[in-house]
């Protein structure tokens, strides 16, 4: 009757035999992890202790085992700058400069249009031909030569703003 004792002890051994495939490594805190899955990509071979169907199997381990851990330093977070983070805010600071590239021309075309509008009323204005306007009530009405003379002065101010060069900002 103890022959299936044997028999049954030698299965239940056998049956036991993949819960072994396990890896063994040391991580970078310097922690021995025991897992059924791979270590991750950063870890250094040196530190994979066992590994299933792998060098040694449990002699390896055992051999690894008596050999001193060596500890791995803790890695110091790097100074630099996330290269995501830079590359957006490079996108924005681009996005930024053409937009201020697009409002400078903006302005420009209407300092422009506003000279061009001046000087062509001055002209007008300086002809000497009798001009009339509409008021608010839609009556007609003449202009006088007092009105003249403001609307000449309000074109040449208009004139001496807008048709020079852009005046720079920072001044």
Same mark, same amino acid.
Not at 54 to 60: D, F, T, W
Not at 93 to 117: I, S, T, W
Not at 137 to 142: L, N, Q, V, Y
């Given at each position: 009757?103890?022959?299936?004792?044997?028999?049954?002890f030698? =299965?239940?051994?056998?049956?036991? =035999?993949?819960?072994?495939?396990?890896? #063994?490594?040391?991580?970078? #805190? $310097?922690?021995?992890?025991?897992? /059924?899955?791979?270590?991750?990509?950063? !870890?250094?071979?040196?530190?994979?202790?066992? #590994?299933?169907?792998?060098?040694?199997?449990?002699? $390896?381990?055992?051999?690894?085992?008596?050999?001193? =851990?060596?500890?791995?330093?803790?890695?110091?977070?790097?100074?630099?700058? /996330?290269?995501?983070?830079?590359?957006?805010?490079?996108?924005?600071?681009?996005q930024?400069?053409?937009?201020?590239?697009a409002?400078?021309?903006?302005?420009?075309q209407?300092?422009?249009?506003?000279?061009?509008?001046?000087?062509q009323?001055?002209? !007008?204005?300086?002809?000497?031909r009798?001009?009339?306007?509409?008021?608010?009530?839609?009556?007609?009405?003449?202009?006088?030569?007092? !009105?003249?003379?403001?609307?000449?002065?309000?074109a040449?101010? =208009?004139?001496?703003?807008?048709? $020079?060069?852009?005046? /720079?900002?920072? #001044?």
């Amino acid at each position: 009757m103890h022959i299936p004792k044997y028999a049954l002890f030698a =299965v239940i051994a056998c049956c036991s =035999v993949p819960a072994m495939a396990q890896w #063994q490594w040391i991580d970078a #805190q $310097g922690h021995k992890v025991f897992s /059924d899955r791979a270590p991750p990509p950063d !870890t250094l071979a040196k530190n994979i202790l066992r #590994q299933p169907g792998g060098a040694g199997g449990i002699k $390896g381990a055992v051999a690894a085992e008596a050999a001193p =851990v060596p500890v791995a330093a803790p890695k110091v977070a790097e100074q630099g700058v /996330d290269k995501g983070l830079q590359e957006q805010k490079r996108k924005q600071e681009a996005q930024e400069a053409e937009k201020a590239q697009a409002d400078k021309g903006r302005r420009e075309q209407q300092r422009q249009d506003n000279c061009n509008r001046a000087k062509q009323a001055k002209a !007008t204005l300086a002809s000497g031909r009798l001009l009339s306007s509409v008021n608010a009530k839609g009556e007609r009405g003449f202009m006088d030569e007092a !009105t003249r003379e403001a609307e000449v002065k309000r074109a040449d101010a =208009v004139i001496a703003s807008d048709c $020079g060069p852009l005046p /720079d900002p920072a #001044q």
